[in-house]
Structure formats: structure tokens, C-alpha cells
């Protein structure tokens, strides 16, 4: 259960009030009380726990779900009749889901441990800041930034000359946001760098020559952007980013890129420059997409992947140059046949 | 066409001026006025815009150049039959140099939205700050750092005791420079990271003992140094950067590697200790390069290469273990066949 | 020898009594003095070099040493007949840790330009900062932070409510902790980012839901983490670092991730969520490891590799899917030889 050093709970609540919340089907004594989620293994009378499904393959959480000593679990109605007696059960199709909401209700999103503007900060003059929004300490917002109501930015953070955010954005320490401009209910994890020069250089027998960066960053609602990852904006058109999209750590966005909705980027991946990633695309952690490709709504690219070439909507992919993952997983035991069989001999 | 609340034109001028400033050849009304830039697509009248030749494999540049409204446009020599009627056009033989060149004129170089020292800053006493320099907020200067002439210091930068800046750098907010001499016309992007610990360790039956790393990071004139990009020192030697080399995002240089001139190292890339590069070197996004190996002058490096080996002056190589890239092409032919035939069989 | 711009040396030294420090057999005159240490290339008279013999492969190494003009020099036994005549000699069977002892008597650990505490930081009332703790400008220390004597906090770092940092640590600037305890004589490089959120959606068709992030980061003793490097906090449970890990520039850990003691993680790999590395694991630059998998202890993971499944302790990986070694080498030459032969018919 969550260190009460670093997070409150808000329960205790009933196991009905938690069922409705998380539009979940009840088993048991809906007066039971929670005041805590907990691990299947940590759980104690009193919290809630969860069997996430996808999970099920390891043995071992099988076992800590027997043995588990939660009042009441989230579990997929197949796991019913596997759950300890007595136990309160929230069923769900959708487990993990369901854990979110529940989670979210014992903790209320945002951290907020501060409250208005902190005076040792250096805010524009012409800049505008919403009702309720909260800046730390060391902060700088440069001229005409304008920020939405109820946002949050915290120490060290740099908001250039012009930038827009919109209402109830959490911006952690260190982040740097230029030429740009953000939707609402945004989060922006520490050290991220949004809207810096692209990478753009012509290549002459003179020598290297910059190419002016014109362009801006542009983000849609609800996206979060991991620590120290790096949105480069555009070099005349903008680089684009739709509404809820999640950017882990470390992921790099050339210049130009487009990015559609609801789009998940795993840590340590890049999207060179002027590529486009259609609604709901999923890129695996280390993967790359080379630049001025086109990747299908729904596409799926393997982690580690290296994408040369469009890839249509709803294909999966693997591999380098990444190919349809099927295709990809049989060189890698055609490979390791022949290897065998040339050894063998 | 780029947003005046970030980027201030300093246009209007005649493709008179602007062909003659860009080199190019002029075919068209020479004293036609050009307020702004534009991309093909957004171009309106009074515009200039650009068909950058690299991109023509992409059918959709062709049609947008037919249809473009701007008044004048940078193109190929191959490309004048193609133009719309009237519209004014400045040939060159390196169309992105040029356009480099004319979007310099329109929007000249660096961002300096301000002016003079900031009182909220911490600069030592022994520090010396050439004439014209700028320093933003919550700037951190230590001890005996130099600073030359017209440098931009933005806000949580931090230039460790005894470093040395050129004249005209701009080191962007949240930068930090230690143990390390820096040349003339340096950029240095948000959150970079100069001059820290390389990885040094001893390791014996007794453990992980660490090694002091006394060397100091050496870079020219005119390098621009990406987002989160991260150089150590030398351990006893130094970490040697020549000049005119770019490097883009989150690239890794580990302690004691040399990198010669005129080198372009694209994101995410990694050169581990003591690896040199020599001049004129290019590293595609997301390449590794082996510690204490050579690579020669005018190599190019494949997106995602591993390279492992020496390579050889002007080589081009690709894969991992990197190879010569014809070879790694018809590699991934041969594997893709073999697996077809087996799975046929 | 190190700059003394940047570095101080303690010496000098006799030989007798760096052997002394270093634990080596000394063969020449004892009361030879040390003034400064020196690779073999650049030692003068007066100065102590050393011949690490992990890197005699490289021809050059071996003509530097006989070249050597230092008064001294740390060796390996065999090569004692390789020295110019009248060196002091300093032999060990562990040439690199004797050195990394050496260095460290010349130039002592911890760089510590400052004393006491700034007057322009944010300390929050309730923060206790052990005896003999420097915290440097525009630091911020949130609410119930404890941070054990000696402790070096960097300027502009931010240090969360409720963290726990032990003795002796060293924070370089532009660092973030948040929800994490670190145990004593930890050092983080600038720009690392410690304790942000996993990366935890719940994705239905409703669309992505954010999982709360529950967890706290646990760092033992006398762990080092690179520059910009990222460690997540534990969606639930924790992310727990075990003792004398060390970890490069831009590495990315995940949430819930175990480490255990002495582990050398090399620049720009990745652990996903989940992943438990056993003691003494060495992750080579670049390589990745699959979310919920097991490494030995022991274990070696090439550079590049990406590892999809458990890693047997002691065991050596290389390749994507990273398989043993050796059998990835034969891989490698089994393609190149069907490629030959393909091309020659």
C-alpha cells in the first residue's frame, strides 16, 4: 500500500461506493470498508487488491491471488473460482481499467503541494496566468505567455516568449517549453524539452549551414510527455501532436513530425523528422521511425524496431528493417536453423 | 508561413536582393517584393517558398509546387519547366542551401528576447563576462569562468568553476557546462549536459571501485550541441569536439572520444569511450559506435547501425555488427528469402 | 596530467607511499617522489603513469610504455620487462583498480567548490539537512525532505517533499528527486531524474485511462547515476536499486523494476517495467530488457543486445532477440556466408 510519506489516501469508502465508481459488478457485502489498496501480496483486511489478467501467465501471481488476504479484489469473471473465501469481489471485464478508477479515487490525480504564486520567480509582465494556477519557485515565463486556469508549474521550469498552455496543465521541475503551444490537462514530466531548434542543416560544399527553425510545437489535450524526452518544433510547418497522447521518457520527435490521437510512444524511441503516426498508433520502446514515412491508423511497431518504410493501418511490425512481425519472428528462427545445421555439420 | 508571435520578419525585400544574398540565379521581375517565407502548400502572394529536389521521390512536392500561389520560389535548374506561370524563380544547385540562406535574411539567427545581466542570478566574482553578454535569471557562474563577447546565457544554465565560453554563444535555459572550454558561435540546447564523470570504473574480486576522471571536454567553433545530449570529460585525457560538428538530441559521447570537423551526429546515437571520428563523419539516429575504434574520415554510419570495428575513410556501413551497407542490404535479401523457401517447402 | 584549472592534486607523494595506498609490490627507489599523474603519452619526470592491460591489444599502448618518460609507473607483472630503464615500477594484479586508487589519493573524490547553505535556495521549514551539508543557489527542498551530513546538493536541483537522501551525497545541478529514499554516498549527474511516474495507462475501448503511480524509488548505498538518466518510480510496489550499482548517461528504468547490488548499467539502455536484474548484472550500452523477465545473477548482456526472455545466471546474451553469445556470432557469420554464396551463383 502507498507510503503515506509521499501519498494520502481519501478513504476509506465502501466497497459499493468503489464498485459504482469503477462500473464494476459487486460479490459480497457491499458496507464492507476499504481504506487502502494494497498488492495481492501486501494486502492486509481493510484494502482492496487487483489480478490483472494480462499477468496471468506468471505463476506466481495466481499464487498470491489464493493466498491473498484483501477484503475485496478486482478480478475477470473467470478468476472467480479461484478467490479466496470470503473475499469481496469487484468483476470487470476490463481489470486494469477498473484499477485505474479505484486508484485514482483513493488518490486524486495532480500533485498539488502548493498553492499560488511563489515570489521568488521571474513572470513577464505581459505574461497571463488563469485563476488558480500555482507557480514554484525559480520558475521563468517570458513574454506574453498566456497559461490556462488551474495549472501547475513547478520549480526550474522555462516557459518562453509567447508559449500557450491550457487549464489545469501539470508541468514538472526542469522542463523547457518554447514556441509552442499546449491543450488542456496536459502533463509534462521533469526535464522534458518541448519546441527547441530541429535538426535541420543544407549540406554544401561550403560546409554546413543552419537551417532558421520557423516552426512551432504544437499539443493537443490530455497528452503527457515523460521525462527528458525532446519535441524538436517544426522547420517552417509545425510539428503536431493530438489530443491524448502518452510520450514515455526519453523519446525523441524530430521536426515537422505529426502525430494523430491517442497515440502511445514507449521510452527511448524516435520519430525522425516530417514522419506522420495516424490515430492510435503504438511504438515499442527503442523502436525508430525514419524520417517523411507514413505509420496507419492502429499500427503497432514492435519494441526496438527499425520502421524504413510506410506501414498500413492496423499492421504490426518487428524487426530491422521492421516487417510484418510474423514474417520477422520466422527469419529469426530460419536463422537460427540454419545456423545449427551449417554447425551441425 | 512562420507565427509573428514567435518569429519577427525582417522582410520585405526584392528577389533582387534576396537572389543575390542567396547566390542563386534570377529568373523573373527582379524587383518584386517578398514579405515572408512559406511552405508550397501555404504560399500566398508576396511569398517566396522552396522545392527542396531531395524530397521530389514524394509525389505530393511535385503537385504542391504546380499548384503553389507563392511569388517566388528557390528550385533546381530541372525543376524551371515545371514552375506556374509568373511565378518568379531563384535556381540554385543546392535549393536547401539556398533556402537556408534566404531564411536567415528574413529571420536572422539567434533568439535574444532580452538584454543585460538579470539581477536574480549567482555569478561569482571571479568570473569574466565579455562586453554585449546577456545572462537570464536564476543563472548559476562559478568561480574564474570567462565568457567572450555577445554570449547568451538563458535561464538555470549553470557554467561550473574555470570553464571557458567563446564569443556569441547562445547555451539555451537549463544547461550544464563543467570542466570543459567551448569555442565561438556555440548552441547549446536545453537540459545538454557537458563536462560530467565519464563512466569509469575498476573492477576486482574486492568490487566496483570508481576511477577519477580528470579530464576536461574540449569543443571548436560553430558546434551546436542537441537537447539532453550528454558529453563527459576525459578521464585523463580530454573529450575532444573539433569544429562546425552538430549534434542533435539525447546523442551520448562518452570520456576521451575525438570527434574531428564538419561531423553530424543525428539523435540518439551513442560513441562510447575513446572512440575517434574523424572529420566530416556522419552517425544516422539511434547508431552506436564501439569504444577505442576508428572511424575514418567522410564515413557514413547508417541509421541503427552497431558498428564494432574500425571503418574506413569515406565507407558507408549499416546493421549490427555494422557492415558495408550494399552487403547488409542483400543480408536482409538473403534472410528474407531463405524464409520464404522454408516456409514454402 | 589533469588540468589544474579544474583539479587540485594533493601530491606529491613518494612511491613508497602510493604503493602503499594502492596495495602494489614496488621495484625501484621508494623515496622517489610523485609530483602528478599522467597518461603514458604525456608523463614527464616526476609524474606516475599506468599500463592498462585490458588495453594492450591496441598496438600503440605498448610503444607509449616503452616511450614512457614518467618517473613511475603501475604495471602488471608481465609487462615489467617491457619498462624503460629506471622507471619505478608499481606492480599489481589489477592494474586499473591500483590506478583508480592512485588517482584518487592525487585528486580526492568529491568536488566541493562551496560551504555552508545559499542564501537564494527554497528550504521548506519542515526539511532537515544533516551537519556539514552545501546546498548551492536555486535549490528546492520540499516539505519533510531529510538529508543525511554531508551532503552536496547542486544548484538548481529539486529535492520533492518527503524524500530521504542519506550521508555524503553528491546532487549535481538540474537533478529531480521525487517520492524516493537514497541511501549514503550516492551521486547523481546532472540532469537525472529520479521518482516521476511509470508509465501506467489501462487502455479500453473508452480510450487510455492513467493508472496512478503509486510507488517510490529505493537506492541503496554508494550508487551513481548518469546524466539525464531516468529511474521511475513503482506503479504500487517499488523500483529498488540495490547497493554499488552504477548507471550511465540516459538509461531508462522502469516502474516496479528491481536492480540488485553491484550492477554496471553502460549509456542509453533500457529495463521496462517489471524486470528484476540480479546482483553483479552488466547491461552493455544500448540494450534493452523486456518488462516482467528475470537476469541472473551475473549475467552479461552485450551492447545492443535486446533480451525478451530470462537470462540465466552467469550466462553471457548478445543479439535481438538477444540468445548466448557465441550462438549470435555464428548467426552473424552463417548470414554472411548464405549471402556469399547466394550473390556468387
Chains 1, 2, 3 share one sequence.
Not at 465508481?21 to 487488491?49: F, K, N, W, Y
Not at 472467480?80 to 488518490?107: C, Q, T, W
Not at 527547441?196 to 516552426?215: C, H, W
Request: charged share 20%; net charge negative; hydrophobic share 40%.
Amino acid at each position: 500500500m502507498p507510503d503515506s510519506r509521499f501519498f494520502k489516501s481519501k478513504g476509506p469508502f465502501s466497497v459499493y461506493d468503489i464498485a459504482e465508481h469503477a462500473g464494476c459488478e459487486l460479490i459480497g457485502e457491499p458496507t464492507t470498508m476499504i481504506s487502502d489498496i494494497a498488492t495481492l501480496r501486501a494486502a492486509q483486511v481493510g484494502h482492496l487488491s487487483f489480478l490483472n489478467d494480462s499477468f496471468l501467465e506468471q505463476p506466481r501471481y495466481k499464487e498470491e491471488f489464493k493466498a491473498c488476504k484483501a477484503s475485496a479484489c478486482i478480478v475477470a469473471e473467470q478468476h472467480i473460482p479461484m478467490a479466496p473465501e470470503g473475499m469481496v469481489l469487484l468483476v470487470s471485464d476490463n481489470a486494469h481499467d477498473a484499477y485505474a478508477r479505484v486508484a485514482s479515487k483513493f488518490y486524486p490525480a495532480m500533485y498539488r503541494s502548493r498553492t499560488g504564486i511563489a515570489s521568488n520567480t521571474h513572470i513577464a509582465n505581459t505574461a497571463h496566468l488563469g485563476v488558480g494556477c500555482v507557480v514554484e519557485e525559480f520558475v521563468y515565463i517570458g513574454e506574453d505567455v498566456d497559461i490556462g486556469p488551474g495549472s501547475y508549474i513547478s520549480a526550474h521550469s522555462y516557459i518562453g516568449d509567447g508559449v500557450k498552455i491550457g487549464a489545469n496543465a501539470k508541468i514538472y521541475p526542469s522542463v523547457t517549453v518554447m514556441y509552442a503551444m499546449l491543450g488542456d490537462n496536459v502533463i509534462i514530466h521533469p526535464g522534458a524539452r518541448i519546441g527547441q531548434d530541429g535538426f535541420g542543416y543544407a549540406v554544401s560544399k561550403a560546409g554546413i549551414t543552419k537551417v532558421p527553425q520557423l516552426g512551432r510545437v504544437i499539443i493537443g489535450n490530455n497528452v503527457e510527455v515523460g521525462a527528458n524526452t525532446c519535441i524538436d518544433r517544426g522547420a517552417i510547418e509545425d510539428t503536431v501532436i493530438g489530443d491524448n497522447c502518452k510520450f514515455d521518457n526519453m523519446v525523441q520527435v524530430g521536426h515537422n513530425v505529426r502525430v494523430g490521437n491517442h497515440c502511445l510512444i514507449v521510452a527511448q524511441s524516435g520519430i525522425a523528422g516530417s514522419a506522420e503516426l495516424h490515430d492510435g498508433v503504438m511504438l515499442g520502446g527503442q523502436s525508430g521511425i525514419n524520417g517523411h514515412i507514413d505509420i496507419g491508423a492502429g499500427a503497432k511497431i514492435a519494441a526496438r524496431s527499425g520502421v524504413v518504410s510506410n506501414v498500413k493501418a492496423g499492421e504490426t511490425v518487428g524487426g530491422f528493417p521492421a516487417i510484418p512481425i510474423r514474417e520477422w519472428h520466422r527469419q529469426t528462427v530460419t536463422l537460427k536453423n540454419m545456423t545449427k545445421k551449417n554447425h551441425d555439420q
